[in-house]
């Protein structure tokens, strides 16, 4: 069974450090693997994803995340922090074998200081 | 156009009341999910239609109805709810049923049943 865990589950930055959200995943077969961000009040936006490409992702808003098979990882980081980046940070994973479902962490939430 | 559009945002009910949650998108996407989402947790699957036919159902008790009357829309139809029902009902939708495809989210709808 697939399963992720993300470590921390509120993380504080000051305005302009860089930005860093562990995640580490479990699964039996090659996974996919996301990243979604949910602002106050408001659904979940993809900010990236892993699907077998390149194991460095690029994704919107400045976010990045590089997949490492060997540490079963996929952490998330910003080098500079913005105040808008406060919000709900949710990574995924989803495989074959668990039936096309998506298995979500249980969530960062960031807080950015001026 | 990449929304997904649920009514109503806010709902109260009583236990004993019959309403229901609506999502619509305009996007094409031939598959659409229903997620919980409690307080301070990640959303949880409760539903996934593929091509307008129910494919998931995770063991949701019957006090909740899903219904897809045709590809852009999907109901949750809500009949004698508990007070732990209340949540973030939140929709999705994606381009087809596969695993690696990405989800776009509704902002939600908030029901407190009392």
């Known amino acids: 069974a697939q399963s992720v865990t993300q470590l921390g589950s509120h993380v504080s930055v000051s305005e302009g450090a860089l930005v860093l959200l562990r995640c580490n995943y479990s699964?039996?077969?090659?996974?996919?693997l996301f990243w979604y961000v949910q602002y106050p009040n408001q659904g979940l936006q993809l900010l990236l994803k892993?699907?077998?490409?390149?194991?460095l992702v690029k994704g919107i808003n400045g976010f990045e995340a590089e997949f490492k098979k060997s540490e079963t990882s996929f952490h998330l980081t910003k080098p500079s922090a913005h105040m808008s980046d406060a919000a709900e940070y949710f990574c995924?994973?989803?495989?074959?074998?668990?039936?096309?479902?998506?298995?979500f962490g249980g969530g960062t939430r960031v807080l950015v200081k001026p | 156009d990449t929304e997904v559009t649920q009514t109503p945002k806010h709902l109260v009910m009583g236990m004993t009341n019959k309403k229901s949650l609506k999502c619509e998108q305009h996007?094409?996407?031939?598959?659409m999910y229903w997620y919980k989402q409690k307080a301070k947790k990640p959303p949880e699957l409760m539903f996934v239609?593929?091509?307008?036919?129910?494919?998931i159902n995770e063991s949701v008790p019957s006090r909740f109805s899903p219904e897809c009357p045709n590809s852009s829309l999907l109901n949750l139809h809500l009949h004698a709810l508990q007070p732990e029902d209340s949540a973030l009902y939140l929709c999705?939708?994606?381009?087809?049923?596969?695993?690696?495809?990405?989800?776009?989210f509704g902002e939600g709808s908030r029901l407190t049943v009392l």
């Open positions: 892993y699907t077998s490409a390149a194991t």
């Open positions: 239609y593929s091509y307008e036919k129910l494919s």
């Open positions: 996007m094409g996407h031939r598959a």
């Open positions: 995924a994973v989803s495989d074959r074998a668990a039936g096309n479902k998506l298995t």
């Open positions: 699964s039996s077969v090659p996974p996919y």
């Open positions: 999705a939708s994606s381009q087809g049923g596969t695993i690696d495809r990405e989800l776009f």
